[in-house]
């Protein structure tokens, strides 16, 4: 959230924030953004609001719950970056249309990288004429921005499936890299190897490199959120009928 509020910021646009991590807060403000004492106080006050928030249950709470968006009373488009899958998505969007207020799905993709660098890919889905209008606000934050399809849910679902193939492509890696290593092979030639050949992907051409290898593993994005999304990814499945066996196995790992 906060390199995108940075990029925002450059982009000229006026920025309201609110997080209950002070520091979050008032790092934002540090740059030129204003604070607002909770979700409400943030509906209130602004028209567009954004929300990038780990889990399910905590998009719903900042947007139906108590003191949330919902109560608002400025508020007329809501906009969720996060990933949550279509089980969330759908439910929150109704809610919030009770109230009056619009909603995009626009989860993200790119990593703390991409979000400082504002080259994320966005996946947006919602009414067309709403994404046309904040189009160019979230080409601040995204390089990428997709429109996914009129139905709320779509990029939430589109994201779901980026990060089932994101996470299959690291698991998959660590078990080649693993065995490489036990017959004797250097683990960076590997992945030079792999990077130069047909078996390359975003685990062996990143992740690698950067985290692994260094044993640093700083990538900014944890495995339990991952396994989250995976997790989403396989209930999606299930209720479409869609069988996962080799999503099963990454879910699983």
């Known amino acids: 959230g906060g390199p995108m509020v940075s990029n925002l910021l450059e982009g000229g646009y006026a920025v309201r924030v609110y997080d209950p991590n002070k520091a979050a807060v ?25 929300v990038c928030l780990p889990t399910p249950q905590i998009v719903r709470n900042v947007a139906l719950g108590e003191d949330s968006i919902s109560k608002g009373s400025r508020v007329k488009t809501y906009i969720d970056l996060s990933t949550t899958g279509p089980q969330t998505s759908v ?11 619009v909603s995009l799905d626009a989860p ?54 980026n990060n089932l193939l994101s996470g299959t492509a690291l698991a ?30 975003t685990a062996t051409e990143t992740k690698f490199p950067n985290s692994v290898l260094t044993r640093k593993f700083d990538g900014g994005f944890s495995t ?8 989403l990814c396989l209930e999606e499945a299930e209720a479409q009928g869609v069988t996962m066996f080799v999503g099963s196995g990454a879910r699983q790992a």
């Open 108 to 161: 993200v993709s790119g990593g703390v990288i991409g979000a400082v660098a504002g080259s994320l890919a966005v996946m947006v889905s919602g009414p067309h004429n709403d994404f046309g209008h904040h189009r160019p606000m979230l080409e601040k934050i995204g390089k990428n921005v997709f429109y996914v399809g009129d139905k709320i849910g779509m990029g939430q679902m589109m994201k779901l499936l």
């Open 224 to 231: 339990g959120l991952m396994f989250k999304d995976i997790r």
């Open 26 to 50: 008032d790092a934002c403000v540090a740059k030129g953004a204003t604070a607002a004492s909770s979700s409400k106080d943030l509906a209130d006050q602004v028209e567009t609001i954004l």
């Open 91 to 101: 439910p929150v969007a109704e809610g919030l249309s009770e109230a009056g207020i």
């Open 172 to 201: 998959v890696t660590a078990e080649a890299v693993t065995l490489g290593v036990k017959a004797g092979l250097d683990p960076k030639l590997m992945i030079d190897i792999f990077n130069a050949s047909s078996g390359r992907n």
